[in-house]
Nanobody, 123 residues
């Protein structure tokens, strides 16, 4: 069992930045690929970014590429999502997820999920 707790969400103006954290506990964090997803009201959950177990591979959705950076610190059992140049359309609940053995862009591939953290970007 892996427990994930997101933090760092909040209200920010367009063009601003936030850094989300995802603290993991339970099993060996470095065995899990990590992903960030988001869900806006009335919309389906959307893939944002993912990172390999070692952190050596990072991939992004087209909508956030160049603005968001995913990273992880296996010594601290924590994954991060640095979000810059935020836009109102980035407003959503952001979730981190863990997948044994490697990351994926598909939500159904993940084994564990956090409770989510709200990000609101005002125009």
């Amino acid at each position: 069992q892996v427990q994930l707790v997101e933090s760092g969400g909040g209200l920010v103006q367009a063009g601003g930045s936030l850094r989300l954290s995802c603290a993991a506990s339970g099993r060996t964090f470095s065995n899990y690929g990590m992903g960030w997803f988001r869900q806006a009201p009335g919309k389906e959950r959307e893939y944002v970014a993912r990172i390999s177990t070692s952190g050596g591979m990072t991939l992004y959705s087209d909508s956030v590429k160049g603005r968001f950076t995913i990273s992880r610190d296996n010594a601290k059992n924590t994954a991060y999502l640095q979000m810059n140049s935020l836009k109102p359309e980035d407003t959503a609940v952001y979730y981190c997820a863990a997948r044994s053995g490697g990351s994926s862009r598909y939500a159904h591939d993940y084994d564990y999920w956090g409770q989510g953290t709200q990000v609101t970007v005002s125009s």
